[in-house]
């Protein structure tokens, strides 16, 4: 049968996955090629992987495990994971040695301010060993040790995640303000700038109508296989973001963890999203490129919009990656007692480590390519492009110093999906049900 010029099915587009003969294409390969000059009619593309990684707070996690033998103690009132607060429930747990716990990804370690649940997540993931503390209501003290794989039931929820683009922060005062939107003091005369946001890689960027994405859209979360189970909190039709589940035993540790921001830790969270394209409508939003996605510049104090740039200014030419040369590092802080790097605790991920013996310690795997190293490093030992931008008014140009969004890990993600949809292990799923975004919060 001749496919139509003007609609396709999702089982249309599924046989055509199923007989080889699919076209996938990632966002910004799609973007790359409208850069250059190329034109694209329906029939050229049949499905676009988009994903978004960046800070997002709204995602916790439910774990349920046994943790002593029935009858050990009466009840749990208190329990800690690796020294982060876990909220004891939904369900009770008397007398059976089984805790149902919530852990909000944005709680902060009892004992380490700068280590959070993002931390003890990807810790799991990695199959790494946690304490857990449980205080009885009869004020006994109980530990035990666990990992993921003693841990039967392990699924992360976002009630508040993968926001279509989101914003960047200046502060155009005289006095430096604490944010969450910096992982230090955010300097006051538009001395800097921060921003969250993939642009035409995001997932509602390319399907804002919510034409295939809804209640049920199958995607990867953090690379597991999950689902969009409706709108994410606050959500409007102009800021909408998704709700979703998936199960953290088939996650990827390289897409998620914490983030340490001015008010304390943070969670990473990475969404890839399959987009099949169904009309020529949903073409027009899946060609838009950077240049054409606008990025409000918000006052960081109060979140009011001041000026309005595209993620162009921030995304093209500059550099996603940021580079790392041992060979200029300056050993800076070597009078120091403790021989510490200034970007070892700085940076917000802790990638970054100086050993006294093997001397400076990058984890590529672990960096989120923030950028926050580059203006401090004195040696020129990180390095990347972050880019500088005109502000009408402003009389100099306002670097990035910071970004919350990590391109070149949403890239990578949105190519895993792709591929896994060419080798047949991720199939295209119709939503049940409809999100319909509200006008107004
Ligand atoms: S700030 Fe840069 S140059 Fe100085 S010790 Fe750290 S990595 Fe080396
Ligand atoms: S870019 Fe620098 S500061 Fe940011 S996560 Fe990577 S090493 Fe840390």
């Not at 990025?295 to 580079?323: G, Q, S």
Request: glycine residues 8%; proline residues 5%.
């Amino acid at each position: 049968m001749e496919e139509s010029t003007s609609h396709r099915t999702f089982s249309e587009i599924q046989g055509k996955i199923d007989r080889g003969e699919v076209v996938i294409l990632t966002a910004q390969e799609i973007c790359d090629r409208v850069r250059d000059g190329e034109t694209f009619e329906l029939r050229d593309i049949d499905v676009v992987t988009t994903a978004t990684s960046a800070l997002m707070s709204g995602t916790y996690a439910v774990l349920s495990f046994k943790v002593a033998e029935p009858d050990t103690f009466t009840k749990a009132a208190k329990v800690w994971i690796n020294s982060v607060p876990a909220q004891v429930g939904p369900c009770p747990n008397e007398r059976i040695g089984i805790l149902d716990l919530i852990v909000l990804g944005t709680e902060a370690s009892k004992i380490d301010p700068g280590y959070g649940a993002g931390d003890l997540f990807r810790e799991l993931v990695l199959g790494k060993k946690v304490l857990v503390e449980i205080e009885t209501d009869e004020g006994q003290t109980l530990t035990s040790f666990t990992t993921l794989k003693q841990i039967p039931h392990a699924m992360l929820h976002a009630s508040r995640n993968a926001f279509k683009n989101y914003l960047a922060f200046v502060n155009p005062g005289k006095v430096a303000v604490s944010t969450i939107f910096h992982s230090e003091m955010m300097k006051g005369n538009y001395e800097e700038m921060t921003f969250c946001g993939c642009g035409e890689l995001n997932p509602l960027e390319n399907d804002p109508e919510l034409k295939t994405i809804g209640i049920g859209t199958k995607v990867l979360i953090n690379g597991a296989q999950g689902f969009v189970t409706g709108p994410g909190t606050r959500s409007t039709a102009d800021k909408p973001n998704l709700a979703g589940v998936a199960d953290m035993h088939k996650m990827n540790p390289e897409f998620m963890g914490g983030f340490t921001t001015g008010h304390g830790p943070d969670i990473i969270t990475t969404w890839a999203v399959a987009i099949p394209v169904l009309d020529k409508e949903m073409l027009t939003h899946i060609l838009k490129t950077d240049a054409q996605i606008p990025l409000k510049v918000v006052d960081v104090r109060n979140r009011k919009p001041i000026f309005e740039i595209t993620y162009a200014d921030v995304w093209n030419k500059t550099n996603h990656e940021v580079k790392f040369k041992r060979e200029l590092c300056l050993k800076c802080d070597l009078s120091h007692v403790e021989n510490l790097c200034p970007v070892e605790n700085l940076c917000p991920v802790k990638a970054v480590k100086w050993d006294t013996e093997k001397g400076l310690q990058f984890d590529r795997e672990r960096c989120f390519n923030c950028g926050l190293c580059v203006s401090r490093c004195k040696g020129g030992t990180f390095f990347a492009y972050l880019g500088s931008i005109e502000l009408e008014g402003v009389n100099h140009k306002v670097p990035v110093t910071l970004r919350q969004s990590d391109r070149m890990t949403a890239l990578k993600a949105a190519q895993d999906l792709k591929l896994q949809i060419q080798k047949g292990q991720f199939k295209i799923t119709e939503p049940v049900g409809k999100i319909n975004f509200p006008d107004k919060p």
